[in-house]
């Protein structure tokens, strides 16, 4: 599974909300440059997250963007699927968004495949951006740290 660039985007705009809780609405202008977003490109994620009734907005000199729902309430898969659609990482075990397969009835490794969906889409489905807004930042040492890598494309 990959992030598509504009739920990564939303991802980091929904923690800086979190983050800013009770301090009142932070411009788009200000989104932007924080989050490394191009403005433009916000600007469509930002109607995206208002729809969705996470985020709320108010105009003026001191307006700005404002989360609008609790971050106990929303999840990582919640966002992400807002966005992406699907959590699958195959369309033979996508139930929203299947594709058939002419191996699906002998294929050995689809198990496997709708294993990894299920845990993914467990995992995210059960992080709060509460949960998220507290962790520390992962430093490169961790990601590449030799222990943990068992193979190429990880």
């Known amino acids: ?11 980091r705009v929904l923690v800086t909300l979190v983050e800013r809780a009770g301090a009142g609405p932070i411009s788009m202008t200000e989104l932007a440059r924080r989050n490394h977003v191009p403005k433009r490109f916000l600007e469509h994620i930002m109607l995206d997250l208002k729809s969705s009734g996470w985020v709320g907005s108010s105009t003026g000199r001191t307006g700005g963007y404002v989360l609008t729902s609790p971050p106990e309430r929303i999840t990582l898969g919640q966002v992400i ?3 992406d659609g699907v959590l699958a990482p195959i369309g033979c075990v996508s139930a ?12 050995r490794f689809r198990r496997v495949m ?10 995210l489905d059960n ?3 509460a949960q998220v807004v507290v962790n520390q930042p992962v430093a490169d040492r961790h990601v590449f740290h030799l222990e ?6 990880i």
Do not use: P, W
Not at 4 to 9: H, I, M, P, Q, T
Not at 114 to 123: C, H, I, Q, S, T
Not at 148 to 153: A, F, K, N, S, Y
């Open 1 to 11: 599974m990959k992030l598509s660039r504009k739920a990564d985007y939303a991802l």
């Open 81 to 83: 699927r807002h966005f």
């Open 96 to 107: 929203t968004a299947f594709e058939d397969c002419s191996q699906s009835n002998c294929c």
């Open 114 to 123: 709708l294993d990894v969906r299920n845990m993914v889409a467990n995992y």
């Open 127 to 129: 992080v709060t951006l």
């Open 148 to 153: 943990l890598i068992r193979g190429e494309g």
